[in-house]
Each structure stands twice: as C-alpha cells, then as structure tokens.
Nanobody, 126 residues
Framework: QVRLMESGGGSVQPGGSLRLSCEFS????????MGWWRQAVGKRREGVTF???????SYTDSVKGRFTVSRDNAKNTLSLLMNNLQPEDTAKYYC????????????????????WGQGTQVTVSS
C-alpha cells in the first residue's frame, strides 16, 4: 500500500517562499510519476507540476519560473520549492503518485492518478 504524507505548508506574504515536501512509503518509488496538485476554494483541482522517475519535469504555465519540483529516488521524497508566491497560489496542495511503466508521466488527468496525500494548505496574503 502506497502512502503519501505532505508537509511544509503555511502562510506567507506575497513574494515569499515555501518548500513543500512529500514522503512516499511503498515500493517501488521509481515506478511512479509524481506530481503536485492544488485546489483553491470553489475551483477545480489542477496539476501544478509533474516529474517522472528520470527527473523530467513539466509545469503549469502559471508557476513556470517560480516553482521547482524535485525528487530523491533514494529517499522516496518529493519536494516543491515555491518562490515569489502570489495570492492566486493560495490553495490546498496535494502530492500524488501515478503508477506507470518506467515511472513516466503518462496522464495529467487526475482520475488516472492512483494515490493522493491528505494535502497541505498554502495561504498567500498580505
């Protein structure tokens, strides 16, 4: 059974930074594409960034240049460094895992993703 546990959320002022972390338990981590999703109040959940087992990354346009995703396959961890945070980044952020051959990110449809964390709240306000 795969379990995901996020940490690192909080409240910051616009322009501030936060780092989110996700601990993955289960085997094998390298078979999973990992992603960060977020859901703001009253909005649909959206994919923020994805990273495959080889470290290839993709980002939604609104966070390009500000957010950086990384994974450590030896430690089974996923991180998201968020810089220059803006009020529109306010949301609950979820770590998620997609099982696929080779750990490639084969889908950005949340319905296809197999495991989800409980989420961590990020609030950006002045």
């Amino acid at each position: 059974q795969v379990r995901l546990m996020e940490s690192g959320g909080g409240s910051v002022q616009p322009g501030g930074s936060l780092r989110l972390s996700c601990e993955f338990s289960g085997y094998p981590y390298s078979r999973y594409c990992m992603g960060w999703w977020r859901q703001a109040v009253g909005k649909r959940r959206e994919g923020v960034t994805f990273i495959d087992s080889d470290g290839r990354k993709s980002y939604t346009d609104s966070v390009k240049g500000r957010f950086t995703v990384s994974r450590d396959n030896a430690k089974n961890t996923l991180s998201l460094l968020m810089n220059n945070l803006q009020p529109e980044d306010t949301a609950k952020y979820y770590c998620a895992a997609l099982l696929s051959d080779g750990g490639y990110c084969t889908s950005k449809d949340q319905g296809d993703w197999h495991y989800w964390g409980q989420g961590t709240q990020v609030t950006v306000s002045s």
